[in-house]
């Protein structure tokens, strides 16, 4: 058992108040972290400590890296492995937290309600073959991007800290070990609730239903078809993320059902990535070989995903089979429309137009297929239409470039909300910066290879106000990857 540091937990302002635990334990397993031999400090997140109410003082220290390595367990905590299953590329399987343990839920100063979970922290009852660890590069790589999601505006879990553990990880090579600590509002998935169907069990599934109503919507609880309502309001969620990734080119890549939060956060940073040139089609991921997850049928696949998520809730809908189908069906079909208001309305921001006009979305469409045709830079070429001159690239000298910007200033007119007001809003939605690819790669090199921190802290430096201009010094943190530079492909690293 571990023992318990109270004067230095408290001294943290850790505030536990574990409710997953008043499910039934046919949802988890209790479980400790696996001790490890060495563990340091990689780095801290300060600012979310401090948005916790956590003194950063206090855990940014060897007491704080023992908690993070799950060599002390803090006053209060109550370490489980979730249960779930999963649609994994349309495949069922069942899961669990194979090598994460929720210490438990921690209450913010403002009344928030989240999960503080290890990552890598050992095995599990659902580790089946897996050794339960996780690499450094892997661990940092959701450091960065979710952090850079987060200051994006995108909801995501969060990262607080990431220790290496002084014990090495053996995949195609030997790695250095790591933990990470994930923020998350709650860990509850679509394939949370698939776990429950495979039961059968419908007092678990309501049991599940009510608890994730009551922690993530509970403006739907006094509804006449409080279950129909809830897999609405997720629906939606899931409308409004997906549009947010569209918006800024991130590729999720590992769509699968058990990676889709019900919190409507984005979760799970695997073989995720940012598109450079713009292109529906993009994949990096080096297990996608059919392009499931490919950036433009990211919509696509939420549908599905929430498809599975209406099979699992049909017993709440109705009592008739045929009615809960029906009802299922009638809601599922306007995710499309949905997704399509919550995608024109950020497009049409970052056009800088506030009203609305029917011909709209031929004036994006229009730009995505010539930016296409050039395989033109998705995050630049929406930043230098704020700009007073255009730069002297392909994209902007295509007569039919020429022809969609005269349409755009003609509908810029037709508004009442000055030139200058447009571009605000446009540089308030068409980051200056993304974590592209190959410096986001840079920085896990140096860390992992010359245990260099500092190439990841300047990146971090920049990718905090992604929104503003650039600094001189920092511009080139905009450029894509050189033009003869090979393919890109990211990797699951579990």
Not at 90 to 99: K, M, Q, V
Not at 157 to 168: D, F, N
Not at 409 to 419: C, G, V
Not at 459 to 474: F, G, I, Q, R
């Amino acid at each position: 058992m571990h023992s318990i540091v109270s004067q230095e937990t408290n001294q943290a302002g850790w505030h536990f108040d574990n409710s997953y635990l008043a499910l039934s334990d046919f949802f988890y397993a209790e479980v400790e972290p696996t001790p490890v031999k060495a563990p340091a400090m990689t780095v801290f997140n300060d600012a979310l400590a401090t948005d916790l109410g956590l003194h950063a003082s206090v855990l940014d220290s060897d007491a704080g890296t023992a908690i993070f390595a799950g060599n002390v367990l803090p006053e209060g905590a109550h370490p489980i492995a979730q249960a779930y299953a999963g649609h994994q590329f349309g495949a069922f399987t069942i899961l669990g937290d194979g090598r994460a343990i929720l210490l438990g839920e921690h209450l913010t100063p403002d009344g928030a309600r989240v999960d503080i979970q290890l990552k890598g922290s050992g095995q599990t009852p659902y580790s089946r073959r897996g050794d339960g660890r996780a690499a450094l590069g892997p661990m940092l790589r959701e450091y960065i991007i979710s952090e850079a999601m987060y200051a994006l505006g995108i909801p995501t879990t969060r990262s607080l800290a990431v220790v290496t553990t002084g014990e090495p990880v053996i995949r195609e090579s030997i790695l250095e070990g790591a933990i990470l600590t994930r923020v998350a509002s709650s860990h509850i998935r679509v394939g949370t609730f698939e776990y429950v169907e495979l039961q059968g069990e419908r007092d678990h599934l309501e049991a599940l239903a009510d608890y994730t109503i009551n922690r993530h919507y509970p403006e739907v609880a006094a509804s006449e078809n409080r279950y129909l309502q809830f897999f609405s309001a997720v629906m939606d969620r899931q409308a409004a993320l997906i549009s947010k990734w569209m918006h800024v080119g991130f590729i999720h890549g590992v769509m699968n059902t058990d990676n889709m939060a019900l919190s409507g956060e984005t979760i799970d940073y695997g073989p995720c990535a940012f598109m450079d040139a713009y292109n529906p089609h993009t994949v990096f991921s080096s297990i996608d070989y059919r392009g499931r997850y490919a950036f433009g049928n990211q919509p696509h696949i939420a549908q599905w995903n929430l498809a599975r998520f209406a099979e699992a809730l049909l017993p709440l809908f109705s009592d008739v089979p045929e009615t809960a189908l029906a009802m299922a069906n009638e809601m599922l079909e306007t995710f499309p429309e949905r997704f399509q208001h919550y995608w024109q309305a950020g497009m049409r921001a970052k056009l800088g137009l506030f009203t609305e006009e029917p011909e709209d979305l031929i004036l994006i469409e229009t730009l995505l297929k010539t930016m296409h045709a050039h395989q033109a830079d998705y995050t630049n070429t929406f930043r230098a239409l704020t700009w007073e001159a255009l730069p002297e690239e392909p994209v902007f000298q295509d007569s039919a470039f020429q022809h969609w910007h005269t349409d755009w200033q003609a509908r810029l007119d037709r508004q009442p909300q000055s030139r200058a007001e447009s571009v605000a809003l446009m540089k308030a939605h068409s980051p200056a910066v993304i974590p592209r690819n190959h410096r986001v790669e840079e920085a896990l090199s140096a860390a992992e290879q010359e245990g260099d921190l500092s190439v990841m802290e300047r990146l971090l430096t920049v990718l905090a106000k992604p929104y503003d201009d650039l600094l001189p010094e920092y511009r080139h943190y905009a450029s894509p990857p050189a033009l003869d530079a090979p393919p890109y492909r990211t990797f699951c690293g579990t």
